[in-house]
């Protein structure tokens, strides 16, 4: 008899649905817990039973561990799968589980204690002869003892929340007089993050590779290692680009670092999957991160290029089965490389995006996987990570995967919110990142200057399409106003479109060359000419000829606002031709608005204080980061509009500061 018949997934987004898959495909029963704000989500809908545990923020849901065990004794549930993130490393709910006599499907109670928290767990590496970074990971917590311990370690170096991951809590301190401001913003996220604000510092290791070992664990003693990822490439400490394997790895290298994982894990007698963190110097030298006792973000390449499903791992060995291989039974075949797909403005700072999915049409071909948990019409919200999807490739060599992986990231088509998808098939067409060579430097030393990271005017062709799509759209609803279906007056003088992208306005000129069902068109923009015929559109797809040549586009018209699927990815445009003169937002840069929607953590401004610019205003918490929003004058305060606390959307007015004179 198995040890449990139904599984609730305590998860949310693409790592829920795909928990379900396997969980359906071993004959489990499935069940889906959620908050209000998604009702209707993809992983609610895939479910086979689903319980609301309460509002939208993760404090009062995703993250109430008696409303989850709550929702799994209401259905029955007799095995709980964490997923990653929320509560996956949370010894308590762990505890709660076996208290309730459901089983959990992850490690120990005391694993999950000792290596949740970065600094026992380095404690416990070093008393295990396991490399380790030198730097401070003691209990006195106080800012004096953090100064002097820092002091005696050297600059550069990283504060890391304790308890954290995700890069959340994180900071790297150049100068000792950063360490103090660079101490309280790494405290207040790591508290909001993972309800603790413990720290650890560390010696800044520069330039090295991020390179984790799977390890796995059963109930009868076995700990095995599946390969090596190699995580690179990262911004602000997040991974953005994940292999398997490592491009410089070597067998002597793999089993050195494979038997140093295992030696971490079974210091803490580990069970389930793992993950063992390292930093790889260019000589070769590897030194313990942090030990995650959970499924990583990341496991989909592990998986492809091991062969095996790592869920259905996970659940055998939380049902009392043996480990399905030994470790001379593991091989690596191919090469995969998975790349997140992230609501965020990669030329806005990465600012995260939220609005509503309009269209989600994944590109899918041989050797592309994508996990997502998107539903076309749901709202992408501020109360969650903003991570949408995670797309893998997978190749019989690293350039065959990487080639497919950049067709799959420019392919899929995701309308309604920006995302970085023109940034993720940038980094991965880049030198550097195809021969290999890319470090944890990687984005800072040669990509800061990439054009995905400043804003770009849309193309002229997109322009152009953008132009005769609104055209289509008016001549038809004039056409069915009127009676006169399939009319065109191609006398008249060309119509001109302006169309607005961002704060940015385009005029495109255009002419009407042909009518019918195929009209025809001259599209004028600036210097540029280009010629169109629309051969189709049915409101979802368009397919366009542009100076001969024919291409199929993906496209969203909502009245006077075009989503076009193009070259940057979503594009986003607004048809203010008829605008009235003077109606576009004409605030001064002295007003300072949420440049999404959010919850304020704190105001550190009054009414009639002088500012400088460039000076902290408010502090903006949305999708589980902080974002500091500046003075963009020199002035006085003349209007706060917002308390501590507040939830806030987006483009509302804040702070508004009167300009000083000259």
């Known amino acids: 008899m198995p040890a449990f018949n139904k599984i609730l997934i305590a998860n949310r987004g693409e790592i829920a649905c795909r928990v379900m898959r396997t969980a359906r495909d071993l004959g489990y029963r499935t069940v889906a817990v959620y908050s209000e704000a998604d009702a209707n989500a993809r992983h609610v809908q895939l479910a086979d039973e689903a319980v609301c545990i309460g509002p939208a923020q993760v404090n009062q849901s995703y993250l109430v561990i008696d409303n989850i065990i709550a929702a799994a004794k209401k259905t029955g549930a007799d095995a709980i799968h964490p997923g990653y993130g929320f509560l996956s490393e949370n010894a308590d709910f762990a505890r709660a589980c076996e208290a309730a006599g459901i089983v959990f499907i992850g490690p120990t109670v005391e694993a999950i204690h000792l290596m949740g928290s970065k600094r026992l767990s380095k404690i416990a590496m070093l008393e295990a002869g396991v490399p380790c970074i030198p730097g401070y990971e003691g209990a006195d917590q106080d800012d004096e003892t953090l100064i002097r311990e820092a002091e005696r370690i050297g600059y550069p170096l990283m504060i890391k929340a304790s308890a954290g991951g995700g890069g959340r809590g994180m900071r790297l301190v150049q100068r000792a007089e950063e ?211 995670k797309l893998i490739a997978y190749g019989a060599t690293r350039d065959e995967a990487r080639r497919k992986l950049i067709r799959a990231v420019e392919d899929c088509v995701l309308l309604g919110v920006k995302a970085n998808q023109r940034f993720l098939a940038n980094l991965l067409a880049h030198p550097v990142f195809a021969e290999g060579g890319a470090t944890t430097a990687f984005i800072a030393e040669h990509f800061a200057a990439d054009p995905s990271l400043a804003p770009q005017p849309p193309r002229a062709a997109e322009l152009a399409v953008a132009a005769a799509l609104l055209y289509q759209a008016s001549a038809l609803a004039n056409a069915h106003q009127h009676g006169l279906a399939g009319w065109r007056n191609v006398e008249n003088a060309p119509w001109r479109f302006t169309l607005r992208h961002g704060e940015q306005k385009h005029v495109v000129a255009l002419e009407v060359t042909a009518s019918g069902d195929q009209p025809g068109f001259t599209a004028r923009i600036g210097e540029t000419s280009l010629e169109l015929v629309l051969l189709a559109s049915d409101g979802r797809w368009a397919t366009l000829q542009i100076d001969g040549v024919r291409r199929r586009l993906a496209y969203h018209l909502d009245g006077q606002r075009l989503w076009l699927h193009g070259h940057a990815g979503n594009l986003e445009l607004l048809d203010v031709t008829h605008e009235p003169a003077g109606a576009q937002d004409a605030a001064s840069s002295g007003t300072v608005k949420a440049p999404m929607d959010g919850a304020i953590v704190d105001v550190l401004v009054a009414e009639g204080d002088r500012v400088a610019k460039g000076q902290l205003l408010v502090v903006l918490e949305a999708m589980k980061m902080e974002h500091p929003l500046k003075a963009g004058v020199d002035g006085i305060v003349r209007r706060i509009q917002t308390s501590k606390g507040d939830q806030v959307k987006s483009r509302q007015v804040l702070v508004e500061v009167e300009a000083a004179e000259g």
């Open 179 to 389: 360490l103090v401001a660079q101490l309280r913003t790494a405290r207040s996220e790591a508290q909001n993050a993972f309800g603790s604000g413990e720290l650890i510092l560390e010696k800044a290791v520069i330039q090295p590779r991020h390179v984790e070992i799977q390890v796995f664990g059963d109930q009868h003693g076995n700990i095995v290692y599946l390969g090596e990822r190699d995580c690179s490439v990262q911004r602000r400490h997040q991974k953005v680009i994940e292999e398997a394997p490592c491009p410089v790895m070597t067998p002597e290298l793999r089993r050195a670092m494979g038997e140093a994982a295992v030696k971490a894990a079974a210091a803490v007698n580990y069970v389930g999957a793992g993950t063992v963190e390292f930093l790889l110097d260019a000589s070769g030298a590897f030194y313990f991160l942090e030990m995650n006792t959970r499924l990583q973000v990341e496991h989909p390449v592990t998986e492809l290029v091991t062969g095996q499903d790592l869920v259905a791992w996970q659940i055998r060995v939380a049902a009392g089965q043996p480990l399905p291989l030994k470790q001379e039974d593991i091989r690596i075949d191919g090469h995969a490389i998975e790349v997140r797909l992230y609501a965020e403005d990669a030329a806005s700072n990465f600012l995260p995006q939220t609005g509503q999915v309009l269209r989600w049409e994944p590109e899918l071909f041989d050797g592309i996987r994508i996990d997502h948990g998107l539903v076309e019409g749901q709202p992408v919200t501020p109360f969650y990570d903003p991570m949408l999807a």
